[in-house]
């Protein structure tokens, strides 16, 4: 029997490229998302993926959604905690707002999301739970405070219930992209990226969607058991830890 993957933030950018390489690795895929209705449907269309539309920065919505995703997809082997947003500003400039809504969608989500699956795995003795930080949560990042202080969250949070779920057959780690290649980076004027940012990449160039995507797979996989609580870096030798 097929295992059940849930994305979040599935249907656009890394989130997509891992939804559609768990897919073509034979697991059941629903993906989640927050806003962008048309591309959500294009993309389910597209590629026969289920998807759930829900705020996972609300604690009752993530409860919500996962109880649909269980009923009508299965129950959840693998979760992968992807959404993420960007609200940059230097911090003598942050408002309020910035700091929270990031710090709600990129780190309150993976508590909304993994305490609401965790026990299922538990109780079935399997579970891989594949969180995406960022280079910048690893060696921080100007005007991104709030998303460095959350991305650097990821890891100890993945480090702490990888500790408490390893006797149930449970691993969670943490991938940590560099510059990838995704429709917001690729948006960044030629000049700056040429300048500026690939400069910075030991290996030349910006990364693919896909190569996380593989990375997340490898984790997902059976292959994995005996990985938990690592950072999996893949950002080019832009940041070595």
């Avoid at 480090?159 to 057959?169: D, F, H, P, R, V």
Wanted: with cysteine; hydrophobic share 45%.
């Amino acid at each position: 029997m097929s295992r059940v993957a849930l994305v979040t933030g599935g249907t656009r950018g890394i989130g997509a490229a891992i939804s559609l390489a768990l897919k073509n690795a034979g697991y059941k895929v629903a993906a989640s998302y927050a806003g962008n209705d048309e591309a959500a449907k294009a993309f389910s269309e597209a590629n026969n993926i289920a998807v759930f539309k829900w705020d996972v920065g609300d604690f009752d919505a993530c409860r919500a959604g996962i109880e649909t995703v269980e009923q009508q997809v299965g129950p959840i082997d693998v979760l992968v905690n992807n959404a993420g947003i960007t609200r940059d500003g230097t911090l003598h400039k942050m408002a309020l707002d910035q700091w929270r809504d990031v710090i709600s969608t990129n780190l309150d989500s993976l508590f909304n999301m993994t305490r609401n699956v965790i026990e299922g795995m538990r109780e079935r003795g399997f579970g891989r739970i594949i969180s995406i930080s960022s280079i910048n949560g690893q060696k921080g990042q100007f005007g991104q405070a709030n998303y460095a202080a959350a991305k650097a969250g990821v890891i100890g949070f993945t480090k702490s219930i990888a500790l408490e779920n390893a006797s149930k057959g449970i691993t969670a780690n943490v991938v940590a992209p560099g510059y990838i290649g995704t429709e917001m980076v690729r948006a960044v004027p030629a000049e700056v990226l040429n300048s500026k940012i690939i400069p910075q990449i030991p290996v030349g160039r910006l990364g693919e969607p896909e190569e996380i995507a593989e990375c997340v797979l490898f984790l997902a996989s059976d292959k994995a058991g005996f990985m938990t609580g690592s950072t999996l870096t893949a950002n080019g030798g832009q940041y070595m830890d």
